[in-house]
C-alpha cells in the first residue's frame, strides 16, 4: 500500500524526520571567526639568493614562492605554534594550499588513507616485461646473467590472456620493456607493442609505454614504431664522455657503443613526436673527470628540446661478476657528486629528469616492486618484483604467468614486497619527506640492512626546491588579497 | 595562558594584496582526486594549452613543464625508474 493513503501517518511504515522541513546545507567555508592553525609538518622551506620564500608541501604538492615583502609575514603565520586567524586573504591561501591546518587536523592519517587508496588499487596494471634477458652489451658494472633470449611466445600469449582477464577492471595499464637489452628481443616487441595499444583504445584504457634501453637499437626505423605503440618514455643510459662511455658500456664484442647511440638520439631529437628521454648518466671515480665535455655535447644538441632530460646515478656494487674490480663512490662522496653535477647541468641550462615536479607528488619515489599492481615477466614467464634481484634471489621469484594467463603467486613472498612498512617504522613516520617515498623507496635495503630505505631527497629537497624557484620563471600567478584568492594562469603585465 | 588562547594576529599590511608564483602542477588534484585523475579537457595546467610545440610527452607540457592533462601519457602511479643501469 502507497504511504499516507490511509490518512494517517504510520511510524512503522516511515520516518516522522521525513515530514519535517529541510534545512539549508551548512556552507562549507573557513568559520568567520578567528580560529587556531597550525603549519603542516609537511612544509620544507628556503630563502632563494634573492629573498623569496619558497614552500613545498611534500603531502600536498604544492610549491608556492611568496615575494622579499610577504617573507616575513608569511613565516610568523607558519611558524611552529600556529597562530589565531581569521580564515581570509593569505591565511585561506594557506589554508588552500596545505601549508596552514585547523589545529587538531590528524595529517598522518590522512597520509595513511591516502596511502590506502594508492597501494590498494586494482584498477591499475603494471608490467614490466624482460623481451630478452640477453644484452648486446657488457657493461662493467652490469649484475645481469644474461641467462635467457628472447620472450618465448607462449609468455607473450599469457600476458595478452591476462590484460584480457583484468580488462573489465583496469582503467590504467602500463607497460615498461626493460631486459637484459629489451630492443636486443624486438621479436616480442613487435608482437605486443600493438596490442597493447589496440587493446587499449578499443577499451578505453590509459595506456602509456616506457623503455630502458642502452639505445644501440634505437634506429630511426625502431623509434617509429615505438612511437606508434605509445612507448613515448625513454631511459638511455650515457656514462661520460665517449671514451669513459665505451670503457664502462662496451658491446659484447668489446666494441666502443657511444656514437651510434648518439645518432640514435640526434635522430630522434629531430622528430616532431611527443616523447620524454631520460639520459642516464652512471658516474664513478673515473669518469667523473669527463663530465664536463659530456654536459657540454649535450647542452649543444639537445639544450633547446626539453624532452631531453638528465638524470646522474652513482655506480654500485649490484652484484655482477666484477664488483671486486669496479671502483665506486662512497654515499657521501656519490649525494656530493650528484649535488655538483646537477648544478653543472643547470648552469648549461639541461632540463633534470629529478626535478621536484617531475616526482609527481604523493608516492612518486616509491619503488614500483613495493604497489601491488606491478609485476616483471621474464622471458620464460617468471614472475618477479625487483630489477635488480631479478631471479638471482629466491625472495624475488615470487611466482609464474601460465600460459592461459594466470599468475600463480607465492602470496608470503608478494606480502613481503608490498608491506607497507613505513607504518610500523617510526623514523618514516617523523619524516618530512615520507607522502613522497612512504618508507618504501627501496624495499631490499630494508630487508637486507635493516634500515629505512632514505630517498636522498630527504637531504636535499631544500637545495633542490631553492634551485628550482632561482631559475623557473614566474607561473600561475595568484593574487592574494585580503578576502580572497584569485588565480590566474599567466603573470599580470606588472609582475 | 591556555595554549587556546593566543591573540587573533592582525592582517599584516604585506598580505593586505600580494602575488605567490606556484610551481606545482596540480599534484594536489592528483591527490585529492586519486592519483591520476587530475585530466580535465586536455588543457595543461600551466599554459592552458598555449604552447605550439609538441603538447605533452610523459604528463608534462614541453611548454611550461608542468603536469598536463593528457592521460594517455600520464604515468598513472609514480613511482621510480627501474634502477641500476
Redesign the interface.
Known sequence: MPLGLSGKFNVLARSPHDLEPEEPEPIDAPESG?I?WVPSRYNIRAVTADGRLVVWNT?????????P??R???E??LRR??????GE??IL?LFE??FLLKEGTDEFRRIRL?FG??HY?ND?L?F?LMASEDCNFRCE?C?EDFARGTMKPWVREGIKKLVEKRLDTI??L?V?W?GGEPLYGWEAIEDLGPYFVETAEKHSI???G?M?TNGYLLTPEVAEKLLAW?V??F?I?LDGAPQDHDRNRPGRDGSGTFSTIFENLRALRDR?????V?L?VNFDPKNIPGMPELLDLVAREFQDD??FRL?F?AV?K?GGANDDQISVCTDDEAGRWQFALKDEARKRGI?LSD?I????????????AA?P??FIIGATGKVMKC??DLDKQDRNDVGKLTADGDLQLDLDKFAVWTDPAFESDAKCQKCVVVPICQGL??PIVRWDEGRSPCTSLRMEAKHEIRA??EE?P?????????QGVERR????PS? | MQK?E????P??P????????????G??D??LG???EVATNGNC????GSYTG???????C?G????STD???????????????
Not at chain 1, 603531502?59 to 615575494?67: A, D, K, P, Q, V
Not at chain 2, 611550461?64 to 603536469?67: A, E, I, L, Q, T
Request: with cysteine; net charge positive; hydrophobic share 30%.
Open positions: 578567528a587556531h603531502f600536498r604538492g604544492t610549491l608556492s614562492i611568496f615575494e615583502p610577504q616575513p609575514a608569511i610568523r603565520i605554534g600556529g597562530v589565531l586567524a581569521r586573504g593569505a591561501y594550499r596545505g591516502e587508496r594508492q588499487r591499475v603494471q614490466i658494472y649484475y582503467k590504467f602500463s615498461s626493460f590509459h595506456f602509456s616506457q630502458t605509445k613515448r618514455s631511459q643510459t616532431p613526436e611527443p616523447f620524454a631520460d642516464r626539453r624532452r638524470r646515478r654500485g649490484w632540463a626535478d615536479r617531475e616526482i609527481q607528488g604523493f608516492g612518486g619515489q616509491a619503488c614500483y604497489r599492481y606491478n630489477t635488480i623507496y627501496c628550482m624557484a623557473a614566474r607561473k600561475r600567478v595568484t593574487v592574494v588579497n585580503g594562469v599567466a603573470p599580470p609582475a | 587556546t593566543r591573540p587573533e594576529v592582517l599584516d604585506s598580505l593586505e594584496n600580494f602575488q605567490v608564483t606556484e610551481l606545482d602542477e599534484q594536489l592528483g591527490v586519486g592519483v591520476g595546467y600551466g599554459c592552458q609538441p603538447p605533452v610527452s610523459n604528463g608534462n614541453f611550461c613543464g608542468v603536469s592521460t594517455d601519457d600520464r604515468n598513472p602511479v609514480g613511482s621510480v625508474e627501474p634502477t641500476a643501469r
